[in-house]
């Protein structure tokens, strides 16, 4: 405590339970903010509702916390967080399982993959039928190479590709990378729209994957809405904490509850036997 004052920090009650708090919790990410956005969002909630006061732009450093695994702006979901020497956990969720589902648009190639970049390419799509995609879907699932977009969150020389092609400056794509595709399964095909649900492994893209098939389709697509429903054991349904459940209270029990949920999660998943109509894929969108 003496620590936390020498900080110029006054504690209360609350501040003290908010400090005590360690581990990992899951908060909901909606569309528009950034992953980094969600989780100051968050500290300054914490803080604020401790009554934690601090000098300057120091305020945030006060709190330990940080999360399992960035979602792209455009896309919503899990997002898990860590608090406390739970922050020294996540890594593993790095690298853990998540599941995701997309809806892809046929026809149309954008520089981000995504429904936020400008249109590179339009390809007619009529000739394409629910069974084709099926079929193609069989090519993503298990270990493949991968190509990740080149507005994405990997790095060079020590900035984002997104900022270095945001700046106009000339970006070379990484070379392919082994990812893991658990699942993947077609939902829904209502053309120029399909939904995917797909479970991956760490460094997975979904953008790149629904790029890849509308090429392997003889056509174009790009991605137009994605959500994180799963991330380890923790899922959307069940364990993502909202915005009006960010308080220390909250936050305290979904920790005891979810505590329960970590020594059972297992490193590494078998590839599923797929149904007709369904595949299986693992993934990480940044």
């Known amino acids: 405590m003496a620590a ?20 990992l919790f899951a ?3 909606p569309k528009g903010p950034t992953s980094a956005g969600v989780l100051n969002l968050l500290k300054e909630r914490l803080l604020a509702e401790a009554g934690v006061q601090t000098n300057g732009n120091k305020r945030n450093q006060v709190l330990k916390i940080g999360h399992g695994g960035t979602l792209d702006s455009a896309a919503a979901g899990v997002l898990v967080v ?11 969720m ?12 046929l026809g149309k190639a954008t520089d981000t993959l995504d429904a936020t970049g400008k249109v590179t ?19 993503f699932t298990g270990d493949i190479m991968q190509v990740p977009p080149l507005y994405s969150a990997l790095k060079k020389d020590g900035e984002r590709l997104s900022t270095l092609m945001k700046r106009g400056e000339a970006v070379e794509a990484k070379p392919a990378r082994p990812v893991r595709v658990y699942s993947l399964s077609l939902q829904q095909f209502q053309p120029p729209l399909f939904t995917l649900d797909v479970e991956c492994g760490g ?23 994605l959500t994180r429903t799963k991330h380890g054991p923790f ?13 220390i209270d909250e936050i305290a029990r979904s920790l005891e509850h979810c505590t329960s949920l970590l020594p059972g999660e297992p490193s590494h998943k078998k590839l599923k036997t797929e149904h007709p109509g369904e595949t299986a894929v693992s993934c990480e969108d940044k």
């Not at 860590?82 to 593993?92: A, D, N, V």
């Not at 799509?125 to 090519?139: A, C, F, R, S």
């Not at 893209?205 to 389709?217: A, M, P, Q, T, W």
């Open 4 to 23: 936390r004052e020498a900080r110029g920090v006054v504690l209360g009650k609350a501040a003290d339970k908010l400090f005590s708090l360690s581990g």
């Open 27 to 29: 908060v909901y990410k």
């Open 82 to 92: 860590g608090i406390g020497k739970g922050t020294k956990m996540l890594r593993t």
């Open 94 to 105: 790095l690298a853990g399982s998540k599941k995701y589902t997309a809806i892809g648009l």
């Open 121 to 139: 390419e339009e390809k007619p799509y009529d000739q394409i039928t629910k069974g084709d995609l099926e079929n193609v879907l069989q090519k």
């Open 203 to 225: 460094g997975f893209y979904v953008r790149s994957l629904v790029s890849d098939i509308g090429k392997e389709l003889s056509t174009c697509a790009t991605m137009q809405e």
């Open 235 to 247: 899922t959307l349904e069940e364990h993502a904490l909202y915005e009006d459940k960010w308080t």
